[in-house]
């Protein structure tokens, strides 16, 4: 059974920083792309960042570039997002997914809170 289990979110002041980290399962993680995908209360679901399964290349959407950083350690089936210089258009509830033989797989989310 695939697993994600997302962790590392909270409360952070405006200009603070967070990392999120994500814990796979059930699938061999280092054959695939992961990505982090993000809602805002009342929106819809925003793609962050993309990591190629040996990790050598990435992606960011425009409005987190330069801020925040993705990365994977395969040894230990995680995925991670370090963000930086957070907003508070940057709150959200952040979910990792991937995608594996035609089937989505998402984890149960991590709140993140920007907030003076």
């Known amino acids: 059974e695939v697993q994600l289990v997302e962790s590392g979110g909270g409360l952070v002041q405006p200009g603070g920083s967070l990392r999120l980290s994500c814990v796979a399962s059930?699938?061999?993680?280092?054959?695939?792309?992961m990505n982090w995908v993000r809602q805002a209360p009342g929106k819809g679901l925003e793609w962050v960042s993309t990591i190629s399964s040996g990790g050598s290349a990435t992606n960011y959407a425009d409005s987190v570039k330069g801020r925040f950083t993705i990365s994977r350690d395969n040894a230990k089936n995680t995925l991670y997002l370090q963000m930086n210089d957070l907003k508070p258009e940057d709150t959200a509830v952040y979910y990792c997914?991937?995608?594996?033989?035609?089937?989505?797989?998402w984890g149960q989310g991590t709140q993140v809170t920007v907030s003076s």
């Open positions: 997914y991937t995608n594996r033989l035609g089937a989505g797989y």
């Open positions: 059930g699938f061999t993680f280092s054959r695939y792309f």
